[in-house]
Structures are given as structure tokens and as C-alpha cells.
């Protein structure tokens, strides 16, 4: 599991807590160095393994947030995902972590998902996109925007461990969600709500489309 400067801590954290629980998974966390870490918001962890002693891994596993946007040209985590993701059994992410993976060519010839206000930005690398909370292409599994993230651990957690493990993990942590609104999702929030989503979050889209369109040579 990847770190990084202000990620979305939910990306991590919702996968996470189905991991541990599975009890068919060791779960390594990894970052460039071993030093604090700041996610969104402030608070601060630490991963257990950095770029240089992190052993092969089995699942790669990238999660999205503010930080995703400077990675998408930094060569030392490309590599770092490159390298991995040539044995890996699969290649997997949250959120906006399925740009960094396209950044680094882990999806192409895939389809894949993330968060509803970024499906565009992630087709501006030749994925094809499913509005879905979780995609499975072959060994590619993506979730959507950010309490996807428990949906895709416990899907993830039947393909290795079972179907019945994964229904265990989904009662221990009480996972029936009853939202108090129904606005968790774009095609069924009111469009005022959509449209004030969207003017939040134009600047961070607009930096990350001026970055991809580098990447991809549109510019």
C-alpha cells in the first residue's frame, strides 16, 4: 500500500481496516522514505518499508488525493510502480490513485474507474471508464472516489480469500451503509449540489488536466 505526501487518508485507511481483518493478507506500507508523512488534513503516519527495501509484492495498491498530482511526472515513483507492477498479481488503487497508475502505463489496454469528478481526466490516457464503484478488468481492480475504497476491499478480499471471508470482514466492520442524503453520487444529487462540487474542485482538475496533457503530448 502506497504512501504519500496529502493523500486522502479514507483511501487508505477503508481498504486498510478490510486487510487487516482478512487475515489473508500481510499488508506492507511503503513510501519513499520511511519519514513522517502528512495525508490530507494534517495527520501524520509512517510506512513501515521504503522504495529501497520494499520486497516484491503480490498486490500493488496506489490510493488518490491531493498528493496524487505531483507524482504523475515524478520519475522516482513511476519507476517505483513500474517496477513493482511487472510480477505483481494484481495492480489495484482507489480514488484518483488510478491516474498515477495511467501516468505509469499499469492500465492500459484496461478498463478502470475512480472518482466521478476525475473519469475524464483518466481518459485522457486512453483508459476506457466505467462509472462503477469497482471495476474489475482481469487483474486490474479500481475503485471509485474514496469510501469506494471499502467496497473494493472487501472485493478484493473474496478473489484471494473467499467470498465467506470477505462477508465476515463486511459484518465485523459493520459495513450496511444508510447515507443520511442521497447525494453520493452525481447522477443522484440535486445539480446545485453537483454544481457546487464541481466549482470546489475546478482548480485542483484544472492543474491535473494542464499535467496530463503534457504527459500525453496534447498540448
Known sequence: MLLFPDL?????????????????????????NKEDIHAEGGLTIRAAYDFNDCPAVDILFVPGGKGVTPLLTNRTYIDFLR???????????????SLLLASAGLLTGYCATTHWRSLELL??????TLEE???????????????????FGLILTAIVGGEER????????????????????????????????CEH???????????IQQITHRV
Open 8 to 32: 486522502t487518508l479514507q483511501d487508505f485507511v477503508g481498504p486498510y481496516d478490510v486487510f487487516v481483518r482478512a487475515e489473508c493478507f500481510e499488508v506492507y506500507t511503503v513510501a519513499i
Open 83 to 97: 517496477r513493482q507492477g511487472q510480477n505483481a498479481r494484481y495492480i489495484t488503487s482507489v480514488c484518483t490513485g
Open 123 to 128: 481518459r485522457m490516457f486512453g483508459i476506457e
Open 133 to 151: 464503484r469497482v471495476v474489475t478488468d482481469r487483474n486490474r481492480i479500481t475503485g471509485g472516489g474514496i469510501t469506494a475504497g471499502i467496497d
Open 166 to 197: 470477505a462477508k465476515v470482514v463486511q459484518l465485523l466492520l459493520e459495513y450496511s451503509p444508510q447515507p443520511p442524503f442521497n447525494s453520493g453520487d452525481p447522477s443522484q444529487a440535486e445539480q446545485r449540489i453537483v454544481d457546487i462540487a
Open 201 to 211: 474542485t475546478q482548480p485542483l482538475f484544472d492543474l491535473r488536466e494542464g499535467i
